[in-house]
C-alpha cells in the first residue's frame, strides 16, 4: 500500500507541476529524490521508468483538453477558429517550426543533460533564471498584442517560441515557463501563448518518452504494474483539473505569482543541498 501512496503522490506532483511555469523537475527533486526516494524502493531503473509513465498521464490530459484542435491539425475534422474567421488558423506547420530548435538541441545533447545537469543546484539555477524571465515577460509585453487568440499566432512568433524553448533544455527552467514567457514578449495573450505551449508539449513530450519507453522496456514488468497503474491515472486526473483551471485563470493572474513561487522554491533547493 505504501508503494500505492507513493505513485499517486508522485502522480499528483506530476500533474499540477508538468504544464504549470514552475518546473516539475524541481518537485519532483523535492517530493521523490529528496523525500520518498523510489529509487531506493524499485531501483534507479523501475523509477525512471515510472517517471515516463507519469509523464504519459500528463500528455493523454493535453490530448482530451485540446481534441478538437488536434484533430483540426491532422485533417480529422475542420473547427472554426476563436475569432470566427475560417481562413486564420493555427496549422501544423507553425507546431513543426516551433518544436524543431529544442527538438534538435534536445537530441544532440540529451545524453550530456541527463549525466551533468540534473542535480540539485542546477535545478535551481534554472528555477531562478527563468522566474527572471517571466518577470521580464508580465513587465515588457507589448501593450499592442499581436495574437489576441491561438490561431493569430505568426510563423515569426512560432520560431521565436522554438528558440526560447531551447532553454528548457536546462532543467528547473520549466518548458511552459519559457515559452509562455517567450510567447508573451513576442506579442502574444498570455492565453494564447498557453494554448500555443500545450499544444506543442504533447509531440516533443510524447516522442521523448517514448524513446524513454524503449529504453526502459524492461523494467515494465507484472510486480510494479499496479504502481505504475495509480501514477497514470493519478497523474492524468490532476493534469485535467489544473490544465483547465490555469487556462481559465492565466490572463488574470499572469505569470508573476508563478515566479514568486519560483523563486521560494529556489531558495529552498539550494538549503537542502547545504
Known amino acids: 500500500m505504501w508503494e500505492i501512496f507513493v505513485a499517486i503522490v508522485l502522480g499528483l506532483v506530476e500533474g499540477l507541476t508538468e504544464f504549470a511555469p514552475v518546473s516539475s523537475t524541481g518537485h519532483m527533486i523535492i517530493v521523490d529524490d529528496l523525500l520518498f526516494k523510489s529509487n531506493e ?34 485533417g480529422v475534422r475542420k473547427i ?8 486564420q488558423k493555427l496549422n501544423l506547420l507553425q507546431i513543426i517550426v516551433g518544436l524543431l530548435p529544442a527538438g534538435v538541441l534536445g537530441v544532440l545533447f540529451e545524453d550530456y543533460i541527463d549525466e551533468y545537469l540534473f ?11 527563468g522566474a527572471f524571465l517571466m518577470l521580464a515577460a508580465d513587465k515588457f509585453q507589448p501593450k499592442v498584442l499581436k495574437a489576441e ?22 532543467p528547473g527552467f520549466s518548458r511552459s515557463g519559457s515559452t509562455i514567457s517567450g510567447g508573451v514578449l513576442l506579442g502574444m495573450s498570455h492565453r494564447s501563448a498557453s494554448d500555443f505551449t500545450f499544444i506543442m508539449a504533447v509531440p516533443i513530450m510524447a516522442g521523448a518518452s517514448l524513446i524513454k519507453v524503449v529504453k526502459y ?4 514488468s507484472l510486480d510494479v504494474l499496479p504502481f505504475f497503474i495509480a501514477g497514470f491515472i493519478s497523474a492524468f486526473i490532476f ?3 489544473f490544465i483547465r483551471f490555469f487556462l481559465k485563470l ?6 508573476k505569482p508563478f515566479a514568486y513561487y519560483r523563486i521560494g522554491l529556489a531558495l529552498l533547493l539550494f538549503l537542502l543541498a547545504l
Not at 82 to 87: L, W, Y
Not at 120 to 125: D, E, H, L, M
Open 41 to 74: 524502493i524499485f531501483g534507479d531503473e523501475v523509477a525512471n521508468a515510472f517517471k515516463v509513465v507519469i509523464q504519459l498521464g500528463s500528455i493523454l490530459a493535453v490530448v482530451i483538453i485540446f481534441w478538437g484542435r488536434f484533430m483540426d491539425l491532422l
Open 250 to 255: 492565466i490572463n488574470k493572474i499572469k505569470l
Open 149 to 170: 487568440s491561438v490561431d493569430q499566432i505568426t510563423y515569426k512568433q512560432a520560431l521565436g517560441v522554438g528558440l526560447i524553448q531551447c532553454l528548457a533544455l536546462w
Open 80 to 87: 472554426r477558429t476563436e475569432s470566427g474567421d475560417p481562413a
Open 119 to 129: 542535480s540539485t543546484n542546477t535545478v535551481a539555477v534554472g528555477l531562478l533564471l
Open 217 to 220: 522496456w524492461d523494467y515494465f
Open 239 to 241: 493534469s485535467l483539473v
